[in-house]
């Protein structure tokens, strides 16, 4: 039998020989010469011409930017190599405290007005004591961090010390702590941190940013569009770590600025891109807005909520658009609304160009109470105006005076007749389910219960009561102690604190804080006054809102200057008036004489319309985002008329 064993020799043989032969390139084969390795090419004929054309130089403004640690994040042990930051903040010199955050080319200064010096905006939104917090390492934009860290010595909420793992010691040098990267396309989220953080928005934040949105497009449809959005989703993750911050003292607000700088870089250089994405930049910006205003010192660090509003103006969201257009919408002027209300300020959107269907005889049945909530903000936002222009001095003559009363007393009527018309006309699911006085529960509280089901109801019910007590303090021919707006405010008042004293839904802390601010300035009884101060401390400790600036604020409102006055108050305090909820109906009054100017309480100025977004729009010669905004080439649809 024939083998192949000589030829299977003789091919073993002749591989050997050949790898015993030094390889050559096919260069040194071409040219027959020893191939050497690292030998390289040489290139003789090498021609060098200047450029036909040399630009200028004198007016570049050029600036670098170390993005080492972030391209070495990117490999196994690369940051490592790095010191870490906490080392090299040490040279950096500090910042003083009252220095504006802006971005790296200084746009978004805050306005300021020759006339008046703004307050600050911690006093309405959730902010702390600025002295009890210390500062933190250096911020990426901007070449040097603000200094704030907040610290909340609470852990009652959902995500407490018990419910969340304590976070591990801030360590960057670890590649496995870095930033979401800059992919397209992702799966499920894979990090225990960025999970939690999302869990936190979902749960906390985007609880209350839903309460207007029947959709809830920021709890239940935006996280999924942030997958593939690492903007989108790096603004989600800096709410949910800034919210753990405030609830958990365990977490600090570092991680919650590393997102936040890393969101605010993308938005930036995406809108220099005249092709991005103008309803993914519209939407990331609402989201930092809110960021911004869950930290302290929001005055200084309004970086986007101009922003913001310019760009859902430029994707032309207004009450008519449907779907995160109306969601956007409605969370920015609904942010805006409050904060006027809290400064004696003016709507900077007039309210007559939201487009907001005004007809109560649509939408009447059930399911719709959206759309009757949006209705009764106009009517706030208009009752907002009013008080805002009260006029501070009298006209020059008394017929001039005589007209001006004239036609306040008559746009009074009509904001009266407006608001009183929703009441009588929102479907009954929007109307109290339960109603019980004081001395008919257990609970001990001072206010009745009223009990109202959906979140959206408890919200229109807020600024409902906000909007009647407003009115009463600003009638233009009687004073608040008249008995008829005594009772009217003493009314609303009992009634308002009854739904914050009882509710149990944290997504409408952000409107109760404004509004039952409002309604305690009526309260005369002491027990009223201090169980009120317990309300805002149960808030506080349960959503994270900064609720201590209301007591400094009310109990200056309420005289409490010392213990004499109180006891003197004790023994003269008479219970208050605790009508039941009904509409109020006014007797006929006739238009007297022209009273004397009234008294004018020390507060703001009025009329001024909101400063932060007065130019809040691309058209405006001081628009936001300066030297950052390019016009887009693409442009949302045209909204249509949306049935709510």
Same mark, same amino acid.
């Given at each position: 039998?024939?083998? %192949?064993?000589?030829?299977?020799?003789?091919?073993?043989?002749?591989?050997?020989?050949?790898?015993?032969?030094?390889?050559?390139?096919?260069?040194?084969?071409?040219?027959?010469?020893?191939?050497?390795?690292?030998?390289?090419?040489?290139?003789?004929?090498?021609?060098?011409?200047?450029?036909?054309?040399?630009?200028?130089?004198?007016?570049?403004?050029?600036?670098?930017?170390?993005?080492?640690?972030?391209?070495?994040?990117?490999?196994?042990?690369?940051?490592?190599?790095?010191?870490?930051?906490?080392?090299?903040?040490?040279?950096?010199?500090?910042?003083?405290?009252?220095?504006?955050?802006?971005?790296?080319?200084?746009?978004?200064?805050?306005?300021?007005?020759?006339?008046?010096?703004?307050?600050?905006?911690?006093?309405?939104?959730?902010?702390?004591?600025?002295?009890?917090?210390?500062?933190?390492?250096?911020?990426?934009?901007?070449?040097?961090?603000?200094?704030?860290?907040?610290?909340?010595?609470?852990?009652?909420?959902?995500?407490?010390?018990?419910?969340?793992?304590?976070?591990?010691?801030?360590?960057?040098?670890?590649?496995?702590?870095?930033?979401?990267?800059?992919?397209?396309?992702?799966?499920?989220?894979?990090?225990?941190? +960025?999970?939690? !953080?999302?869990?936190?928005?979902?749960?906390?934040?985007?609880?209350?940013?839903?309460?207007?949105?029947?959709?809830?497009?920021?709890?239940?449809?935006?996280?999924?569009?942030?997958?593939? +959005?690492?903007?989108?989703?790096?603004?989600?993750?800096?709410?949910?770590?800034?919210?753990?911050?405030?609830?958990?003292?365990?977490?600090?607000?570092?991680?919650?600025?590393?997102?936040?700088?890393?969101?605010?870089?993308?938005?930036?250089?995406?809108?220099?891109?005249?092709?991005?994405?103008?309803?993914?930049?519209?939407?990331?910006?609402?989201?930092?807005?809110?960021?911004?205003?869950?930290?302290?010192?929001?005055?200084?660090?309004?970086?986007?909520?101009?922003?913001?509003?310019?760009?859902?103006?430029?994707?032309?969201?207004?009450?008519?658009?449907?779907?995160?257009?109306?969601?956007?919408?409605?969370?920015?002027?609904?942010?805006?609304?409050?904060?006027?209300?809290?400064?004696?300020?003016?709507?900077?959107?007039?309210?007559?160009?939201?487009?907001?269907?005004?007809? !109560?005889?649509?939408?009447?049945?059930?399911?719709?109470?959206?759309?009757?909530?949006?209705?009764?903000?106009?009517?706030?936002?208009?009752?907002?105006? !009013?008080?805002?222009?009260?006029?501070?001095?009298? +006209?020059?003559?008394?017929?001039?005076?005589?007209?001006?009363?004239?036609?306040? !007393?008559?746009?009074?009527?009509?904001?009266?007749?407006?608001?009183?018309?929703?009441?009588?006309?929102?479907?009954?699911?929007?109307?109290?389910?339960?109603?019980?006085?004081?001395?008919?529960?257990?609970?001990?509280?001072?206010?009745?219960?009223?009990?109202?089901?959906?979140?959206?109801?408890?919200?229109?019910?807020?600024?409902?009561?906000?909007?009647?007590?407003?009115?009463?303090?600003?009638?233009?021919?009687?004073?608040?102690?008249?008995?008829?707006?005594?009772?009217?405010?003493?009314?609303?008042?009992?009634?308002?604190?009854?739904?914050?004293?009882?509710?149990?839904?944290?997504?409408?802390?952000?409107?109760?804080?404004?509004?039952?601010?409002?309604?305690?300035?009526?309260?005369?009884?002491?027990?009223?006054?201090?169980?009120?101060?317990?309300?805002?401390?149960?808030?506080?400790?349960?959503?994270?809102?900064?609720?201590?600036?209301?007591?400094?604020?009310?109990?200056?409102?309420?005289?409490? %200057?010392?213990? +004499?006055?109180?006891?003197?108050?004790?023994?003269?305090?008479?219970?208050?008036?605790?009508?039941?909820?009904?509409?109020?109906?006014?007797?006929?009054?006739?238009?007297?004489?022209?009273?004397?100017?009234?008294?004018?309480?020390?507060?703001?100025?009025?009329?001024?319309? %909101?400063?932060?977004?007065?130019?809040?729009?691309?058209?405006?010669?001081?628009?936001?985002?300066?030297?950052?905004?390019?016009?887009?080439?693409?442009?949302?649809?045209?909204?249509?008329?949306?049935?709510?």
């Amino acid at each position: 039998m024939a083998t %192949n064993e000589p030829a299977v020799g003789a091919a073993t043989t002749e591989n050997a020989a050949a790898a015993a032969r030094p390889k050559r390139c096919q260069n040194c084969r071409k040219s027959s010469r020893t191939c050497k390795r690292g030998v390289r090419l040489n290139f003789i004929d090498t021609k060098v011409k200047s450029p036909p054309i040399t630009p200028p130089t004198d007016d570049w403004d050029v600036t670098f930017r170390d993005e080492s640690r972030e391209i070495a994040s990117e490999y196994r042990g690369g940051l490592g190599r790095y010191a870490s930051i906490s080392q090299e903040a040490e040279e950096v010199p500090d910042i003083k405290d009252e220095a504006l955050y802006q971005f790296s080319s200084g746009v978004m200064n805050t306005p300021t007005l020759a006339h008046q010096q703004l307050p600050s905006l911690q006093q309405s939104l959730p902010a702390g004591d600025m002295d009890s917090y210390p500062p933190v390492s250096q911020r990426r934009l901007d070449n040097s961090r603000e200094q704030h860290i907040h610290s909340a010595n609470n852990t009652d909420s959902t995500f407490t010390s018990q419910t969340i793992p304590p976070p591990p010691l801030p360590n960057y040098n670890n590649s496995k702590q870095t930033l979401t990267p800059p992919s397209e396309d992702r799966g499920p989220l894979d990090s225990p941190e +960025e999970l939690l !953080f999302m869990q936190v928005f979902v749960e906390e934040v985007g609880l209350w940013m839903d309460s207007l949105d029947p959709y809830k497009h920021f709890s239940r449809l935006l996280p999924f569009d942030s997958l593939h +959005e690492p903007m989108l989703l790096n603004a989600f993750l800096a709410c949910g770590a800034r919210h753990l911050a405030l609830v958990n003292p365990a977490y600090h607000e570092d991680k919650a600025l590393h997102y936040y700088d890393d969101a605010t870089t993308r938005l930036l250089e995406a809108l220099q891109n005249p092709n991005r994405n103008t309803v993914t930049c519209a939407t990331t910006a609402v989201i930092l807005n809110v960021y911004e205003i869950m930290s302290e010192r929001p005055l200084q660090r309004m970086n986007h909520i101009a922003g913001a509003r310019a760009l859902i103006k430029e994707c032309r969201w207004t009450a008519k658009s449907s779907g995160v257009g109306a969601a956007c919408f409605w969370i920015n002027v609904g942010m805006e609304l409050l904060s006027c209300i809290r400064f004696n300020w003016q709507v900077a959107w007039d309210p007559d160009l939201w487009g907001v269907d005004m007809d !109560f005889s649509r939408e009447i049945e059930y399911g719709r109470e959206e759309g009757w909530t949006y209705r009764l903000m106009y009517i706030v936002a208009k009752i907002a105006n !009013f008080r805002s222009s009260v006029p501070r001095q009298a +006209e020059s003559t008394q017929h001039a005076e005589q007209v001006r009363l004239t036609n306040r !007393f008559n746009e009074w009527n009509r904001l009266k007749d407006w608001i009183d018309s929703w009441n009588n006309n929102v479907p009954r699911t929007m109307q109290p389910m339960g109603y019980l006085q004081p001395h008919q529960t257990s609970s001990k509280s001072a206010f009745p219960e009223v009990w109202l089901i959906k979140r959206t109801t408890i919200v229109a019910r807020l600024f409902y009561h906000t909007g009647m007590c407003l009115l009463a303090q600003t009638h233009p021919l009687l004073s608040t102690r008249s008995p008829d707006m005594n009772d009217l405010q003493q009314s609303h008042a009992h009634d308002l604190c009854g739904i914050v004293a009882h509710v149990k839904d944290r997504g409408v802390a952000s409107v109760a804080i404004r509004s039952l601010a409002i309604a305690a300035e009526c309260l005369v009884s002491r027990r009223e006054q201090e169980e009120v101060l317990e309300i805002f401390d149960r808030i506080q400790k349960e959503t994270g809102w900064r609720t201590g600036f209301l007591h400094k604020e009310l109990k200056e409102k309420w005289d409490w %200057n010392n213990e +004499e006055q109180y006891q003197q108050q004790q023994s003269q305090n008479l219970p208050a008036a605790m009508l039941p909820l009904q509409s109020y109906q006014f007797p006929p009054t006739n238009l007297p004489s022209v009273p004397p100017p009234p008294s004018l309480k020390q507060g703001p100025r009025q009329g001024i319309i %909101n400063p932060i977004l007065r130019s809040a729009d691309f058209s405006a010669p001081s628009h936001p985002y300066q030297s950052h905004y390019v016009a887009p080439l693409h442009l949302p649809p045209q909204p249509q008329y949306n049935q709510y």
